[in-house]
């Protein structure tokens, strides 16, 4: 049987000359990309990120007066938080705040946030006491889950405080703007492993 031999000026079948522009097309393509990159905004452990946002707050307050010009008080609020921000911050929280205030010094008091997935964010409060046009300072001083590490700091201002004389205290939360960072997650723990008799690793009872 005798193998035909393509004539040199013949025509190459369709698929030979095809693979070689197909070819040169994706190296094209690549060269345009440049290098790859990973995900846009991804975390850095220790950067400071921004957010902001509003809520609202329902608690009771117990005062007790301390002459004509004096009052001290305690305060319990629960209501919720709606942040946008960078990052996790961006969330829905559930509020819980206990709060002490001098109407001579001032206030503190402290805070937990918790989002959807039961992780929390902790922050102690600090300002005026709590009523129409007052602003509170806050310091993230840590918190669970996603949260674990996180620093940071923020300012909110209450509006539309509304008291009834049975102590129960309204009132929505405007203006909240901070920023916070997180350290990278901590290492964990080393597992101990102990040798039996025959030298095998065995993991501790």
Known sequence: MVKRIPH?????????RLLPIALLAVLLASACAGPATGPQGAAVP??????????SATGH???????????????SFSGSLVLVGERRMGEGFRLDLVAATDSRKGGTGWSVWTDTRGD?????????????????????????????GV?????????YVVESEDGT?????????????????????????????EGSPRDPA
Do not use: C, H
Not at 171 to 190: C, D, H, K, M, N
């Open 151 to 159: 620093t940071g700091e923020y300012e909110l201002e209450w509006k």
């Open 169 to 197: 205290v309204q009132g929505r939360i405007t203006s909240l703007r901070g920023r916070f960072r997180q350290e990278g997650p901590p290492a964990s723990p080393e597992r101990k492993v102990f040798r039996g008799r």
């Open 61 to 75: 307050r117990q005062v007790l007066p301390m002459g004509p010009d004096r009052k001290v008080s305690i305060a």
């Open 8 to 16: 040199p000026g013949a025509p190459r079948p369709f698929r030979s």
């Open 46 to 55: 220790g950067e400071w990120r921004s957010f902001e946002g509003a809520g």
């Open 120 to 148: 929390q964010v902790f922050s102690e409060v600090r300002g005026a006491p709590i009523g129409t046009g007052s602003r509170i300072a806050g310091t993230l001083v840590g918190g669970t889950g996603r949260y674990a």
